[in-house]
């Protein structure tokens, strides 16, 4: 079986077949003072399809895809080596963030929850008598 070559194709097959493979996650290498830079992305792909027959309602279909990038670094090479430098984006530090918030809003729900109790078993009536609290005796 043969395959058509990549003119032949419609216009949307052939976009598909473009995005395809390592070009999804390396860009164009950019030279220059004898280094060379190549982009780096992280990227995900979703996508789904359905189909419905009911002879009632006109029959079904539909379909559906996302395509999500964003640049985690950059590689350079030159005369002293390659290396691979991150990019951060700030999404590290918002992550950190959340966990700390979602941390402290659990600790204090168990702290007033632990002490609940011991003011309900405290006693109902207090008196203040020479600056220190004191139960009062009904009876």
């Keep these: 079986m043969t ?24 860009g164009r290498p950019v030279e220059m003072s ?17 189909f419905g027959n009911e002879p009632a309602r006109g029959g079904g279909g539909g379909g559906g895809g996302a395509l999500d990038a964003r640049p985690v670094g950059f590689i350079e090479i030159g005369p002293d080596g390659t290396r691979f430098e991150a990019i951060d984006d700030g999404r590290a530090a918002l992550r950190l963030i959340a966990v700390g ?16 109790p011991a003011l309900e078993r405290a006693p109902s009536r207090l008196r203040l008598r020479r600056g220190r609290a004191q139960a009062s005796q009904d009876g």
């Design 101 to 116: 918030s979602l941390g402290l809003l659990v600790a204090g729900r168990v702290l007033v929850r632990r002490r609940r």
């Design 34 to 50: 004898g280094r060379t830079v190549i982009p780096v992305a992280s990227v995900r792909t979703m996508g789904g399809y359905g």
């Design 3 to 26: 395959s058509k070559p990549e003119k032949q194709l419609p216009p949307a097959q052939r976009a598909l077949a473009r995005l395809t493979g390592a070009r999804l996650c390396f």
